[in-house]
């Protein structure tokens, strides 16, 4: 039987893409400390864990009508961005998909009162939230499926694409890396002043209300207190996360919901990134389980992946 045996979001701001020099040069001679937090994401976990296949949750590709999982057996070619070309501009990309476990996600849609549909189709267009991160984190040998977020779908929608991915994870026998690739608050600058804010420091975000909603949760992720995560929804939509946090929402479904009780390690400082707030925190899972009784404490930092630490040896930017 399948499992989910680590998860996590992880920023794949455009900023990651640029030579160090040009991150540098937008951030007053300091570097991003997502950067960083990849490069210990890919060395310390996705180089070294027992797994099949990563899960993707692809906050920039959105649907209308159904939710849209690639079945490719492969996915190979350019990539340049529509959003940003001059700084996503003609990026190789090529790995392994998995089609079993994309269908055997998508047989689990009825079940969970949802759409789902795999697509295998060769010139589907693929997006910058997935692209980003398989540069950083793609490994030999490793499969990797995108999840689009749905345009039409709301917190309840999510949570049953969730509960689908779990079931149909389970039904086969891989080992996955659940990725929700996205940010929290999710509002630009306007573009006459959006120049003024391209430092990561987190006094940028967008709004102080904006701010402090993304830290209390970050917060609540390091208690492992996905229950006032998701109990607060309502709330933190008034702050325009990202995709309606589609992509955090889909990971919580599939991993317990409430009763999802993992806490956070922290990868990155929470920064900004033109008015959005960033950050990257990772998941791993219990030894009891996913949804193991839940232990009081704050947001877990081993020393190499501490915050100050990360400050220490690359000056950050979002």
């Known amino acids: 039987m399948g499992e989910i045996v680590g998860a996590g979001i992880i920023s794949h701001v455009p900023t990651i893409m640029l030579e160090a020099a040009t991150r ?4 007053g001679g300091r570097d991003t400390t997502l950067v960083a937090g990849l490069e210990r994401l890919r060395s310390e976990i996705f180089e070294t864990a027992d797994y099949d296949t990563v899960v993707l949750l692809d906050s920039h590709w959105a649907t209308t009508v159904e939710f849209v999982v690639t079945s490719h057996s492969r996915r190979a070619g350019l990539f340049t961005s529509e959003e940003l070309p001059r700084g996503m501009c003609r990026i190789p990309y090529d790995f392994a998909g ?17 759409w789902i549909t795999p697509i295998d ?14 540069k ?7 499969r990797w499926i995108s999840i689009g977020v749905c345009q039409t779908a709301d917190t309840e929608d999510y949570l049953r694409l969730g ?12 080992k996955v890396l659940f990725i929700a690739s996205g940010a929290l608050s999710h509002t630009f600058w306007p573009l006459r002043e959006i120049r003024d804010h391209e430092g990561s420091d987190p006094a940028h975000v967008f709004t102080p209300e904006a701010r402090a909603a993304d830290e209390q949760r970050i917060a609540w992720f390091g208690q492992g207190r996905h229950d006032r995560v998701l109990q607060t929804m309502p709330d933190f939509l008034a702050h325009k996360p990202e995709a309606r946090f589609g992509h955090y929402l889909a990971m919580a479904g599939a991993l317990g919901e409430e009763r999802l009780s993992a806490p956070g390690r922290l990868y990155s400082a929470y920064e900004n990134a033109v008015g959005t707030g960033q950050v ?3 998941f791993d899972r219990p030894a009891a389980g996913w949804t193991a009784p839940r232990a009081d404490g704050v947001l877990r930092h081993d020393p190499r992946h501490h915050v100050d630490s990360l400050r220490d ?3 950050f930017h979002g």
């Open 121 to 134: 189709d060769p010139y589907l267009p693929i997006l910058y939230a997935t692209v980003n991160l398989w």
């Open 280 to 282: 990257h925190i990772w």
């Open 98 to 114: 998995d089609p079993e476990l994309a269908h055997a996600i998508a047989a689990h849609d009825e079940k969970h009162g949802t």
């Open 24 to 27: 540098r040069e937008l951030n």
């Open 163 to 174: 509960r689908a991915i779990a079931d149909g994870t389970a039904r086969t026998d891989r």
């Open 136 to 142: 950083y984190l793609g490994v030999e040998g490793k």
């Open 313 to 315: 040896e690359e000056p």
